[in-house]
């Protein structure tokens, strides 16, 4: 052996040496009991702590973007289509005839949402990352003039009434609704929507709009929850009605029947305090229709399923002038479903309040109504007919087209291509796993039915089957999940993997587990979602109050001077950039029916949209973490600051 050789051997050992008494000295438990104060519940590695970064995650990369088609809107013609390309930036015009795109134009914040005038002269289009309402000149494609609306805007409708013409901007983010006036260009007022508010329709005459909302109020999740219909004077920019979905949410669309009196809102009727493990009974959730009397109130919900085959997520509801049908797109499902009203019309004449009250529940119901299903290419989205009635035209969101139907006779003519589909890029291919419904017991629900946007629901699930609702775990965002293991709030699964394959066909499937290159493309997509806007906008600067917060976040004594010990600070347990020291603690908050006192430190990234919190969702509001859950200052101490420090704390967690 060369003594070069025999140097770089020794040289190994040397090092290797270091690194393990190293490794013993630091990693020992004493190392790790100093910096957090306590005996570590959990098995920690140097990593857990040392060289955490964000920006190595895939979400802090740049990805690939696609022509995911958004909103839609029809030319009065019934000629021209348009097209909202929120991951492009862009704004598409289609020719429906002769199923070619005409030209696209660029316009800045993520355009969503489409309405477009009567006179077919200008297109509103709501950018939904911009926070603004763009208004296009339809021929040009021009902006001719912007305007800040609330957070998120999802979506827009246009409506004329005898106080001249007006939008109203469903802000999904800010859970408000902007009614605007066009001449001048100016918002009248904000009033509350429920939570999420993503889909918006108006009456002809203008005298009322309906907003549909995605997830249901904090009000009522510790007793019934329920989302709503929130009804909408655009004269006066008032609230008039709040119309109540029980046990229902995720309603992304609506539709009015103005002939009937009907506002139609697709919803995922959910039973989350059944225990999980019934879903081969066909109990944890099922798609419906609500059908609220648009001047009483009055609200019936039907099925759209079928009794052994389940059309998951559905996400958008158009009518046809005549209300004679409706359609509705299951973005699961990768269907279409054909609703004769007349036919439902008739049914619900019939039926006793009894029956009206039950319908939901009886799965054979929709063959009464029910006329066909159209199958689509995947993840139907988004749907409009043309003013005519005659060509329906369908957003199949991850292939990147539109299929154009003959709405009269159900026959697809074709399809306008926006894009390739983005089948070479994994990301795209995950998105298509996380919201297909194809691999659970009879197409129930995908991942997205229960974390829309990779987000959550707002709701808690009992995935034990031990009895109703008495282990309920609190649903997780999905946004920024990447680096944050191991996962579950038990922190049990070590892998996104382990979480998301043997785990889900376990639980929540009952088929087999998803094919490993699926799996895998499932996870990059889930890595390559970035935390809520907050948590990436890192050079934000603060107010007075969230500075304030953020002082006493990272505090290591109080106002008066008094050392809080290590294991209570918020910064031992919650440390940036994670905000989560990645380790279990007691931290007083178990359960009667909880079989452990320790619980995974959860991550704070884009905590403000994720309520309720702790492990069972037990508190309603961040606020609620300590004005009634912080046993014996063991979560933070907390017991000296007064309403004033714990709203400013409050103020600077929702900037993470
Ligand atoms: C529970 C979290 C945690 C774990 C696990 C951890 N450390 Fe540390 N370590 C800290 C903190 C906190 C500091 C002090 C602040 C700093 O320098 O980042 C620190 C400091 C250090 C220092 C600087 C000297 C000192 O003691 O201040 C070294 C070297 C070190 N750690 C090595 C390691 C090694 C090697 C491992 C793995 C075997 C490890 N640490 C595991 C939290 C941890
Ligand atoms: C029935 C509703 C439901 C469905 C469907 C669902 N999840 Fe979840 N998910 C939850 C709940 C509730 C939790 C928290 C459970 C826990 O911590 O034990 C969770 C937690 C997670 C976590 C862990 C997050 C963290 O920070 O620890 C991941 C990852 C995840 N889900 C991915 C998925 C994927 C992928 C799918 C589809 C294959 C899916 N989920 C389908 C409700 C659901
Ligand atoms: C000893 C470690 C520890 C300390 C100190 C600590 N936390 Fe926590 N925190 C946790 C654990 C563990 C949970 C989850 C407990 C559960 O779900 O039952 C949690 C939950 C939370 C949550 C709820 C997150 C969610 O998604 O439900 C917030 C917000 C939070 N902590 C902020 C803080 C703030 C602010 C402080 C300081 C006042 C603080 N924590 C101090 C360990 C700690």
């Known amino acids: 052996m060369k003594p070069r050789a025999i140097l770089i051997r020794l040289g190994i050992v040397v090092v290797a040496t270091t690194v393990a008494l190293l490794g013993h000295h630091f990693g020992s438990e004493a190392h790790i009991r100093k910096r957090i104060g306590q005996r570590p519940l959990g098995k920690a590695t140097c990593f857990t702590c040392h060289f955490v970064s964000t920006d190595r995650l895939l979400w802090a990369k740049p990805r690939p973007h696609h022509d995911s088609p958004a909103g839609l809107a029809v030319s009065p ?75 998120g805007p999802a979506a827009v409708a246009f409506c004329r009434t005898a106080a001249g013409e007006r939008l109203i901007v469903a802000n999904s983010m800010s859970d408000d609704i902007s009614v605007i006036s066009l001449a001048p260009l100016k918002e009248l007022g904000r009033p509350a929507a429920g939570r999420e508010p993503f889909a918006v329709a108006a009456t002809s005459d203008g005298a009322r709009a309906f907003v549909a909302n995605r997830l249901v109020g904090l009000g009522t999740i510790r007793t019934m929850p329920a989302s709503e219909v929130t009804v909408v004077d655009p004269v006066t920019a008032r609230v008039v009605r709040r119309d109540s979905l029980e046990s229902a949410h995720l309603s992304e669309g609506i539709g009015l029947d103005e002939k009937r009196c009907w506002a139609l809102t697709p919803l995922v009727k959910v039973r989350n305090m059944v225990p999980i493990t019934q879903v081969a009974g066909g109990w944890v959730m099922s798609s419906g229709l609500a059908i609220s009397d648009i001047k009483r109130g009055e609200v019936v919900q039907v099925p759209l399923d079928e009794a052994n085959d389940y059309f998951a997520d559905p996400s958008a509801v158009a009518v046809d002038s005549a209300a004679h049908r409706a359609f509705v797109a299951s973005g699961g499902a990768d269907v279409v479903s054909v609703l004769d009203l007349d036919r439902l019309a008739a049914w619900l004449g019939k039926a006793n309040p009894a029956e009206r009250q039950e319908a939901i529940y009886d799965l054979s119901l929709s ?52 894009g390739d589909g983005g089948v070479e890029d994994p990301i795209r291919r995950g998105e298509r796993v996380f919201t297909t419904a194809a691999y659970t017991f009879q197409h129930q629900f995908s991942c997205r039915s229960c974390h829309p946007d990779g987000h959550v629901d707002g709701l808690s699930y009992d995935f034990d089957g031990d009895g109703i609702g008495d282990n309920l775990l609190d649903n997780r965002s999905l946004q920024g999940v990447a680096g944050t293991g191991p996962f579950k709030w038990n922190g049990k699964n070590a892998t996104l993997e382990i979480q998301c394959g043997p785990r889900f066909a376990k639980v929540l499937m009952r088929t087999d587990p998803f094919p490993p290159k699926q799996l895998r493309d499932l996870t990059t997509f889930i890595r390559s979602l970035p935390p809520p806007r907050a948590a990436r906008n890192k050079n934000a600067k603060l107010t007075p109050s969230q500075e304030r917060g953020r002082a006493i976040f990272f505090a290591v004594k109080t106002p008066d001077g008094k050392e809080i010990p290590l294991s209570r600070r918020c910064v031992t347990c919650h440390p940036p950039p994670l905000y989560s020291v990645r380790l279990p603690f007691n931290i007083g908050t178990q359960g009667q029916h909880d079989t452990t006192e320790a619980f995974d430190t959860p991550h704070l990234l884009g905590v403000a949209d994720t309520a309720p919190y702790l492990h069972d969702g037990r508190a309603q509001s961040l606020e609620e973490l300590w004005t009634l859950y912080n046993t014996n200052d063991l979560h933070g101490v907390s017991s000296y600051m007064n309403k004033i420090q714990l709203n400013d704390l409050v103020e600077f967690l929702k900037t993470l």
């Open 77 to 151: 013609d019934g000629r021209r289509l348009f097209i909202a390309l929120d991951d492009r930036d862009e704004v598409a015009e289609a020719d429906i005839a002769a199923l070619k795109v005409l030209r696209r134009a660029k316009v800045p914040g993520g355009p969503h949402g489409l309405a477009i005038d009567a006179g077919g002269k200008n297109l509103f289009v709501t950018c939904r990352h911009g926070d603004r309402l763009a208004v296009l000149d339809a021929q040009s494609l021009k902006e001719t003039a912007s305007l800040p609306v609330g957070t």
């Open 367 to 418: 063959a009464e109504y029910v006329v066909g299903r159209i199958p689509t290419r995947r993840n139907p989205r988004h749907l409009v007919l043309s003013p005519d009635g005659a060509r329906l035209l369908v957003a199949e969101r991850l292939e990147d087209s539109i299929l154009v139907v003959d709405a009269n006779r159900l026959i697809p003519l074709g399809r306008i291509v926006l």
